[in-house]
């Protein structure tokens, strides 16, 4: 599936698209993968990206913590 791009009248963006991965198989499983970004207060735009499958929900962007 895809969702289209949708951006709100504040500046909100965020986009995800996903499929089925390993159908029909005992792996089978949905990988996710999406950004979204939004006007922080401080006037800085932020950005996620992230994907979410059977490792996990992984997100990355330059304002959060990387572990060490």
Known sequence: ???PSVE???GQVKEER???VD???KEEHIAVQGR???PGLDG????VVYVADKD?????G???PVAP
């Open 23 to 25: 159908a029909g198989t």
């Open 36 to 38: 979204f970004s939004y």
């Open 8 to 10: 709100t009248s504040d």
């Open 1 to 3: 599936y895809a969702v």
């Open 18 to 20: 996903g499929e089925v």
């Open 44 to 47: 800085v735009l932020y950005e």
């Open 56 to 60: 996990g929900f992984r997100a990355q």
């Open 62 to 64: 330059a304002h959060l």
